[in-house]
C-alpha cells in the first residue's frame, strides 16, 4: 500500500544547504520543519565568495538582495606566487559570468533565514536514528532534545547535516571521512586599509593564501596549509605568520592586523569514496552531507545553495511518487557536485598541493605561456549552472 503525502518535509541541519532547502520547499508549497542541533542558527565568522551560479540560486528563494546590501562585488584577477610576482594575469574586463560577491557567511546565514520564514525551526534537536521510509512508508528521524526523544515523521527527509552527517553514517555506514592532509587558517577582520575589489589567490609549496573583501569595511582571508590532522598550536597567530613568512607584503599584514580571537583553523576533512547514491527511499543528502569537498575551487557554499534550490524545484507537494523525484534531484546534482569534487582536487594538484622545488619550476612555466584569455575561458565553465524549471 502506497504511503499517502502530507505535503510535509523536514530539514535536517540548518546550515547554508538546509536553510536554501527550506526556503526552496517554501516557495514550492510544502509544510517544512528544520531541525538544528545546535542551540541557535548561527554560522562561523569566516568570508566565503558566491559566484554566478550561487547568485542564480540566491534569487531563485527571493535572496538574492543580499549581496548588494551586505557583500562587495569582486573581480578575479589571476594567481600569485609567494613572491608576489604574477603566475596568471587575467584581463581587465574579466571574462563575463566570472564575477563574484565577497560574504560575510553569518550575513549570508542571516538572509537564509529570513528566507525560510514560514519554516517551523527546532533548535537543540540531535538526530539519533534514521528511517529513509519508502513508497508504503515515511521517513522518521528520531532526535534527541533537552525534553527527551521525539520521533518526527516527514514525506520526505532533506539530510543537511553537514560534514560529518549522522543521517548518511546511519544510512551509508560504509562511508567515513578521512584527512585531507591540510587546514586552514582563516580569519575576518577591519580591513587594514584601502579594500580591493580585486581577488588573487596566492601559490606556494603546499600553501595556497588569499583575501577578499566581505562588506561593511571588512576582509577576509584565509591561509589554507599542509598540516598533520589534529596539530595543536598554544599561539595559533604565530603559527600562521611562521606558516607564511616568507609570503609577500600583503599576506604578513593581513596576519598581523588579525587579533588572536578573530583566528580560527579547521582541518580539511573528506569523504573516503563517493556516495554511489545521494538518495534512500524518500531521504536525500545534500551539501557537505553529500560531497564535501576540497575548497580550492570555492564552491563548496555555492553547490550547496544549487543543491539546496534543486530539491525544492524538483520534488512538488502534489508530485505522488516522492521516492521517484528523489532521485531525479540525485540525477542532477550527483554528477554536477561530484564534478566539483574531482576538479577541486585537480585544482589542488597543481597549486595548494604541489610540493617544493622542480615541480614548482616546471607548473610556473607551462602557467606562464598560457594566453589569459584561454585560462579565463577554461577556468569558469562550471560557473554556468543554471536553476532547475520548477515541477
Not at 553537514?162 to 580569519?187: C, E, M, Q
Not at 527511499?281 to 553547490?303: C, E, F, K, Y
Not at 543543491?307 to 528523489?326: F, H, K, M, Q, Y
Amino acid at each position: 500500500m502506497s504511503y499517502k503525502a502530507g505535503r510535509r518535509a523536514v530539514v535536517v541541519g540548518g546550515g547554508i544547504a538546509g536553510l536554501t532547502a527550506a526556503a526552496s520547499l517554501l516557495r514550492a508549497g510544502w509544510q517544512v520543519r528544520v531541525l538544528e542541533r545546535a542551540i541557535a542558527f548561527s554560522e562561523v565568522g569566516a568570508g566565503l565568495g558566491i559566484t554566478a551560479n550561487g547568485r542564480r540560486a540566491l534569487a531563485a528563494i527571493g535572496a538574492e538582495a543580499v549581496l548588494a546590501r551586505d557583500g562587495t562585488p569582486i573581480r578575479p584577477v589571476g594567481t600569485r606566487l609567494m613572491d608576489g610576482s604574477w603566475l596568471i594575469k587575467l584581463s581587465a574586463a574579466g571574462q563575463p559570468g566570472t564575477q563574484m560577491y565577497g560574504m560575510h557567511r553569518q550575513r549570508l546565514h542571516a538572509a537564509l533565514v529570513e528566507a525560510a520564514c514560514g519554516a517551523e525551526l527546532s533548535t537543540g534537536s540531535q538526530v539519533v536514528d534514521v528511517r529513509p521510509g519508502d513508497t508504503g512508508s515515511p521517513a522518521v528521524v528520531s532526535v534527541q532534545t533537552d525534553q527527551g526523544e521525539d520521533q518526527v515523521e516527514a514525506d520526505f527527509l532533506v539530510a543537511a547535516d553537514g560534514l560529518r552527517s549522522p543521517t548518511r553514517k546511519a544510512l551509508w555506514p560504509d562511508r567515513n571521512v578521512v584527512a585531507s592532509g591540510y587546514t586552514s587558517w582563516r580569519a575576518v577582520i577591519a580591513a587594514p586599509g584601502a579594500v580591493s575589489s580585486e581577488f588573487a589567490m596566492t601559490w606556494g609549496p603546499n600553501a595556497e593564501f588569499g583575501a577578499l573583501p566581505v562588506g561593511h569595511g571588512e576582509i577576509y582571508w584565509y591561509g589554507y596549509a599542509k598540516l598533520s590532522p589534529g596539530t595543536v598550536f598554544d599561539d595559533e597567530r604565530q603559527a600562521a605568520r611562521k606558516r607564511f613568512a616568507k609570503w609577500h607584503d600583503n599576506t604578513q599584514a593581513l596576519i598581523a592586523a588579525t587579533a588572536a580571537d578573530r583566528l580560527m583553523r579547521h582541518d580539511v576533512w573528506l569523504l573516503d569514496r563517493p556516495l554511489k547514491s545521494y538518495v534512500r527511499g524518500r531521504t536525500v543528502l545534500i551539501g557537505d552531507a553529500a560531497h564535501p569537498m576540497l575548497p580550492t575551487l570555492g564552491q563548496g557554499a555555492n553547490s550547496a545553495l544549487e543543491d539546496g534550490v534543486t530539491v525544492g524545484r524538483v520534488v512538488s507537494p502534489t508530485v505522488e511518487d516522492i521516492p521517484a523525484a528523489l532521485r531525479e534531484v540525485d540525477r542532477q546534482r550527483r554528477r554536477r557536485t561530484q564534478g566539483l569534487v574531482k576538479q577541486s582536487a585537480a585544482m589542488a594538484r597543481l597549486g595548494a598541493h604541489l610540493g617544493p622545488g622542480w615541480k614548482q619550476r616546471v607548473r610556473n612555466a607551462a602557467f606562464r605561456r598560457i594566453p589569459p584569455a584561454m585560462a579565463e575561458r577554461s577556468g569558469g565553465g562550471f560557473l554556468n549552472w543554471q536553476v532547475p524549471d520548477q515541477v
